[in-house]
């Protein structure tokens, strides 16, 4: 299939869920600056002509080329005839009480994928998915469960914020949200608030904070989605790249955070191609048990894991490594084990994320109790080491940590294997 300096050209896209488009249209949404660039100059333009189009399709959230007003009017319909901007189609569009809010994409061929957005006083962050499925079955995830079927396209990625970014935008825009944020807020603080009243506060009390405002609703982003993102570097990073691109969102590589099973190799690739704030989904402090809750752990084991985070220090923009650490009650939540942690990581500037489990179908864990967690933390903090316990949002439409399921056409059959075992 032809391209213009490589950029992929579609022939019938109705496979991956984006809205079918014409032969051999280019969908822009995936390009970067420098591939946009040899799409501009494969049409006679200037190079500029990348940084207008960046900025019409992420900042304006446009995907009609008639409406980029800067441009003359021949050079828009010879856009229309060559190009498309097209993201994966919604589904489902649900929030849940306290805010958050998830939204269900189709990207072809049975498969869907989920996409979080999490509100907060003093950011708004988005949780994106990065692979249809999950390959590496990590025994308490809900998305390790279903299998794999396959890696996100870049357009899939970057898709599902700027799917996002319009969805809020426009929402904030309809419901005067921002503009009436100063009465929530005075409402909130006076207590002067019903039920009902209380959560479009809270949202508008968002809105607000640091980093966020009607334009730019999205402050930070978290690849902690559905699947492994180190497993798809390559896109995975395009899109990275968009995210930062201040043409584009403008993202501080600090407010974009990137979560790993302990990929090691994919881990020094990132530190090279894109560092940005990485996490670390560590779950347990010694081998035995990592080997069996996280199983690319025997491939990859946690002294190497450490050893690439350090290494990983040196380039990232922040200056520690966030730790991961799912609380499983009798499995890893031990004095002993907080211990065993807490001296395990001593040699790497780090915080630990204490996640309280969120059960799903199927799976046998329990969430460690309130006090167990906090027990746990206690310890390592008493050890010198910053601990936080994450707290739970939108657990009532199954948008918390590891619970995002989507629909995956499983092609590893691991999910047929374990419905078996789970029904003998
Ligand atoms: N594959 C990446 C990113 C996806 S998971 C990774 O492993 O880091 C995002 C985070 O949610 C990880 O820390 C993961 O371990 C955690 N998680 C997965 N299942 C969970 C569950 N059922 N309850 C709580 N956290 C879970």
Redesign the pocket.
């Known amino acids: 299939m032809s391209s213009v300096d490589g950029a992929p050209a579609f022939v019938d896209t109705s496979w991956n869920g984006i809205e079918r488009i014409a032969a051999m249209t280019i969908n822009l949404l995936g390009l970067d600056q420098e591939a946009l660039r040899g799409f501009c100059a494969g049409l006679g333009e200037k190079p500029y002509r990348a940084r207008q189009l960046l900025r019409w399709i992420h900042h304006a959230g446009v995907d009609d080329f008639s409406a980029m007003t800067d441009m003359s009017r021949p050079l828009r319909e010879r856009l229309a005839k060559s190009a498309a901007i097209a993201a994966p189609r919604v589904l489902r569009d649900t929030t849940a009480a306290d805010g958050t809010r998830k939204w269900l994409l189709d990207v072809g061929t049975g498969n869907a994928i989920e996409t979080v957005f999490i509100p907060e006083v003093s950011r708004g962050t988005l949780c994106i998915s990065s692979q249809a499925g999950?390959a590496?079955a990590?025994t308490?995830?809900?998305t390790g469960h279903q299998g794999f079927n396959r890696n996100l396209t870049v357009e899939e990625i970057i898709g599902q914020l700027w799917l996002a970014s319009r969805a809020l935008r426009s929402r904030a825009a309809h419901t005067g949200e921002v503009r009436t944020a100063q009465s929530a807020v005075r409402a909130l603080r006076s207590h002067d608030v019903h039920a009902g009243e209380e959560r479009t506060a809270q949202s508008a009390v968002a809105c607000l904070g640091r980093g966020v405002s009607e334009e730019r609703p999205i402050s930070n982003v978290v690849?902690?989605?559905m699947?492994?993102?180190l497993a798809n570097f390559e896109n995975v990073v395009a899109a990275m790249r968009l995210m930062l691109d201040d043409s584009a969102y403008g993202l501080s590589r600090r407010r974009v955070t990137l979560?790993?099973?302990g990929l090691v190799p994919g881990i020094d690739r990132l530190g090279e191609a894109c560092p940005v704030a990485l996490?670390v989904?560590l779950?347990a402090p010694n081998d035995a048990l990592r080997d069996e809750l996280v199983p690319i752990n025997r491939k990859y084991p946690i002294r190497q894991l450490l050893a690439a985070c350090l290494r990983y220090l040196s380039k990232a923009p922040r200056e520690f490594v966030t730790f991961?650490y799912?609380m499983l009650s009798g499995v890893n939540d031990s004095v002993g084990q907080a211990r065993e942690l807490a001296a395990r990581v001593s040699e790497v500037p780090c915080k630990i994320n204490l996640?309280p489990?969120?059960p799903?179908a199927g799976v046998e864990y329990v969430r460690s109790s309130p006090e167990a967690i906090a027990r746990f933390r206690d310890v390592l903090m008493r050890a010198g080491l910053v601990a936080t316990v994450r707290k739970t949002r939108g657990d009532d439409i199954a948008a918390?940590?590891?619970?995002l399921a989507g629909r995956v056409q499983d092609r590893t059959r691991r999910a047929s294997v374990r419905q078996q075992e789970l029904s003998q």
């Open positions: 999950c590496l990590c308490f995830c809900s690849m902690m989605g699947g492994e993102p979560s790993t099973a996490a989904s779950h991961e799912v996640i489990f969120n799903f918390a940590c590891g619970q």
